[in-house]
């Protein structure tokens, strides 16, 4: 079992950047692929980025490439996600995950623990 727990959200002007954290507990980060998600008002949860067990591969959601970054360190078991540029439509409820299993689409792959998430609005 792990437990996540998302912080970093909050409100920010369009242009604006925000850093999203993922502490992890009860097992290492080095051990899962790490994912953020997110889900505006009345939409469904989309994939936004994610992060293989070493860190060497990321994937990103062609919506925000380029100006999020997601990470981790494995030796705080934290991951992060830092997002520049900010626009209105990246308004959502963003959830970290996380997966032991092998998956080669990160982006559709069944990510097994999620933590409460963390509001991240953009004013315009």
């Known amino acids: 079992q792990v437990q996540l727990a998302e912080s970093g959200g909050g409100l920010v002007q369009a242009g604006g950047s925000l850093r999203l954290s993922c502490a992890a507990s009860?097992?290492?980060?080095?051990?899962?692929?790490m994912g953020w998600f997110r889900q505006a008002p009345g939409k469904e949860r989309d994939f936004v980025a994610a992060?293989?067990?070493?860190?060497?591969?990321?994937v990103y959601a062609d919506s925000v490439k380029g100006r999020f970054t997601i990470s981790k360190d494995n030796a705080e078991n934290t991951a992060y996600l830092q997002m520049n540029s900010l626009k209105p439509s990246d308004t959502a409820v963003y959830y970290c995950a996380a997966t032991n299993r092998y998956i080669s689409d990160y982006a559709r792959g069944t990510y097994d623990y999620w933590g409460q998430g963390t509001q991240v609005t953009v004013s315009s």
């Open positions: 992060i293989s067990r070493s860190g060497g591969r990321t």
């Open positions: 009860g097992r290492f980060v080095s051990l899962f692929v």
